[in-house]
């Protein structure tokens, strides 16, 4: 073993607390963090000599595919770095872990027990099978984050093997709770539980994403056997060295549902009080020949330290080369069982995007569950209206969101989009879908197809 300090690359491009949080567990255990990111980092090959920047010994991989358009890209990147230096979460375990039909059908081949699921790439197929599911079923899609696209449908109606780009499956919908639905999400460090905790679905939904503003509960100490048992071992199986099991228990047993490689500490320690990012680093420094102080790890663990850390690169100069999006945009929108396009118009004074209930309704934006408070013009409490998940298509770019449901048949528009969407661009109040078409008209620009 050296005593020397190790040098930890940790491998994000986001701000994430989690990230911040590791880099400052390395440095608070006597070790050397290095946030590997667009700023600073780059590989060399030179002569036949392969060489990282910053210099690390080991890397903690924490790159965030699930959010991504070019998923591919980053397990590339990934890739690079893991062939030259020690990796912790190696980039083929994430990949068949971030795809969760992937998960399902490895966990089943090595008899761990997860709930029954089909996944088609026609339709027809999709369909003449969804019988087996029962009248309502979970559909999703095969990548998603925090919830997103996930649905609880009514399997009366048909379902699109797609969302948006995205390839969707059928689940069958496990649930023994009459009251209130939950779930246990179990966090794994090499072949250790760091802490459990059960997560309760928020008022008027199903899903029990803390992102989603589920509550939770401590389950370390008494979580079932079989419970632990499965989440280690689906850890095992998954070949991850970090993870946020997620099981539910059945009338038979408990089922996998996810294995998350990138799962928040948020919800855990506010449930445990136990951060898993000294254990995370632990096992990073450990895997190269570093000592690390037991004591010192529970010390850290007992915070969650997710300050801006030491070794953060200094902030880019802020781009402006955000796309443009007009305030009147042509936008393609996706629910479970159809997409259409249709006219959106820009608020950038919206927090979150808003549907009307019939175009939600033609596309199959649902069922409606979840409620959340909207505020209008100076009323401080707001309207209590639905939420549903959507998929909206700009151009190139497809954004998973859950948008508020209401009546607009009175206003011009049957979609609003929100700061949720507008983030990414910048807009401009000249361009006007609806007007630039009509003046193109005029101009005798818009031929009809023969």
């Known amino acids: 073993m050296s005593s020397d300090p190790v040098r930890v690359?940790?491998?994000?491009?986001?701000?994430?607390?989690?990230?911040?949080?590791?880099?400052?567990?390395?440095?608070?255990?006597?070790?050397?963090?290095?946030?590997?990111?667009?700023?600073?980092?780059?590989?060399?090959?030179?002569?036949?000599?392969?060489s990282v920047e910053p210099a690390v010994d080991v890397i903690a991989n924490r790159l965030l595919l699930s959010n991504t358009d070019q998923p591919a890209e980053l397990l590339g990147l990934?890739?690079?770095?893991?062939?030259?230096?020690?990796?912790?979460?190696?980039?083929?375990?994430?990949?068949?872990?971030?795809?969760?039909?992937?998960?399902?059908?490895?966990?089943?081949?090595?008899?761990?027990?997860?709930?029954?699921?089909?996944?088609?790439l026609s339709n027809d197929r999709l369909n003449e099978g969804r019988e087996r599911f029962g009248d309502v079923g979970v559909y999703k899609t095969a990548i998603g984050t925090h919830g997103g696209g996930t649905w609880k449908v009514d399997l009366t109606e048909r379902v699109n093997p797609k969302v948006g780009n995205r390839q969707a499956f059928l689940q069958k919908l496990i649930d023994r709770d009459?009251?209130?639905?939950?779930?246990?999400?179990?966090?794994?460090?090499?072949?250790?539980?760091?802490?459990s905790m059960y997560r309760y679905a928020p008022e008027g939904d199903w899903r029990?994403?803390?992102?989603?503003?589920?509550?939770?509960?401590?389950?370390?100490d008494d979580m079932p056997d079989e419970a632990a048992d499965t989440a280690l071992y689906a850890a095992e199986v998954m070949g991850l060295d970090y993870s946020g099991v997620d099981l539910v228990e059945g009338y038979d047993g408990w089922y996998v549902l996810e294995v998350n490689p990138t799962a928040g500490f948020k919800g855990l320690f506010e449930a445990t009080g136990t951060s898993p990012?000294?254990?995370?680093?632990?096992?990073?420094?450990?895997?190269?020949?570093?000592?690390?102080?037991?004591?010192?790890?529970?010390?850290?663990?007992?915070?969650?330290?997710?300050?801006?850390?030491?070794?953060?690169?200094?902030?880019?100069?802020?781009?402006?080369e955000q796309p443009d999006i007009g305030y009147i945009e042509e936008v393609v929108v996706t629910g479970t069982s159809g997409s259409t396009q249709a006219l959106a118009k820009s608020d950038t004074g919206a927090t979150r995007t808003s549907i009307d209930t019939q175009l939600a309704a033609e596309i199959g934006a649902g069922p409606i569950k979840s409620m959340t408070r909207v505020k209008s013009g100076s009323m401080k409490g707001g309207k209590a209206r639905p939420v549903v998940d959507l998929v909206i298509g700009i151009g190139g770019n497809q954004h998973t969101v859950t948008a508020s449901v209401e009546d607009r048949g009175h206003?011009?528009?049957?979609?609003?989009?929100?700061?949720?969407?507008?983030t990414d661009y910048r807009v401009d109040v000249r361009r006007r879908a609806d007007t630039d078409e009509a003046e193109r008209d005029e101009a005798g620009e818009i031929l009809e197809e023969e």
């Not at 701000?15 to 440095?27: L, M």
């Open 9 to 50: 690359g940790v491998l994000s491009l986001h701000n994430s607390k989690e990230t911040k949080a590791i880099c400052n567990a390395v440095e608070d255990l006597g070790h050397e963090p290095v946030w590997l990111r667009e700023e600073n980092a780059a590989v060399s090959v030179e002569d036949g000599d392969v």
């Open 78 to 120: 990934a890739a690079t770095f893991e062939r030259i230096r020690p990796m912790l979460n190696e980039p083929n375990a994430v990949l068949a872990s971030i795809h969760k039909f992937a998960t399902a059908a490895t966990l089943a081949d090595w008899n761990i027990r997860v709930p029954d699921a089909l996944l088609a």
């Open 178 to 195: 009459d009251e209130k639905h939950r779930d246990l999400r179990v966090y794994v460090v090499g072949d250790e539980i760091v802490g």
């Open 208 to 220: 029990t994403n803390v992102a989603l503003g589920g509550a939770v509960e401590d389950a370390t």
């Open 277 to 320: 990012a000294p254990y995370i680093a632990k096992l990073a420094i450990e895997t190269v020949g570093g000592e690390v102080d037991d004591d010192a790890v529970e010390r850290v663990a007992a915070t969650l330290d997710d300050s801006r850390p030491s070794c953060a690169p200094a902030p880019k100069p802020t781009s402006t």
């Open 411 to 422: 206003m011009e528009y049957p979609l609003l989009l929100g700061r949720d969407i507008l």
